[in-house]
């Protein structure tokens, strides 16, 4: 990979990895990063760490997979960096879903449901996901799971799933894009409108 190309995205990096506040995840964050969005068709694990000369597989595993990270400080510089780039009153704030589909039962969220992406009923994850765009730049600013109520109503599954306590209420989609919306003027994100389908009434 390019090495100037590196540089410049460990420059634009910094206030993220600097709101870690933890010397490893610092330095994976560039690494698994730049695997992400760098050379190569296979983006797990294995093959990045495998393209990065300064990493291994069990450090990136450990990255990615280890305990409870806490994304409010992550979250704070986003929206700031969405803000200085494309914020302000004539910007849109965008409400939408995001379906993953996926096979199984055992991945937190996984139901039959409606999947946008595919425009039918499937087994997938939803995510409430919050858009801030100006022009043509959007910037992704938010994106939460909705957990059906198969779900939260079984609490069992949602042990097994290790769900934190406090997401296991029953939230619908409008709910949690409120609360987004909420979370995101908090922040002091400035947007003049605000742009939802009908299923958010």
């Known amino acids: 990979m390019n090495r100037d190309w590196q540089l410049d995205l460990e420059r634009w990096l910094e206030p993220f990895v600097s709101a870690l506040r933890h010397k490893t995840r610092a330095r994976m964050c560039p690494a698994y990063i730049a695997g992400l969005i760098g050379l190569g068709d296979r983006k797990s694990v ?14 990136l595993h ?46 937190v969220g996984v139901a039959p449901q409606y999947a946008s992406a595919l425009g039918k009923n499937a087994n997938c994850q939803t995510l409430v ?6 022009g043509e730049v959007p910037v992704m600013v938010g994106l939460r799971l909705f957990l059906p109520e198969s779900w939260t109503s079984d609490p069992a599954r949602l042990d097994r799933a290790g769900v934190p306590e406090d997401h296991r209420a029953y939230r619908t989609k409008p ?9 995101a003027r908090a922040a002091g994100l400035r947007f003049g409108c605000v742009l939802a389908d009908a299923g958010y009434g």
């Open 46 to 59: 294995q093959p990045m760490a495998a393209r990065h000369a300064g990493v291994n597989y069990d450090q």
């Open 62 to 107: 450990h990255f990615i997979a280890s305990g409870v990270w806490d994304a409010a400080p992550l979250e704070k510089v986003l929206l700031a960096e969405a803000d200085r780039q494309v914020g302000g009153n004539d910007a849109w704030l965008i409400v939408d879903d995001t379906a993953l589909p996926k096979k199984g039962r055992h991945s």
């Open 129 to 134: 996901s919050l858009t801030l765009a100006s």
């Open 175 to 183: 709910e949690i894009a409120l609360a987004e919306i909420d979370r």
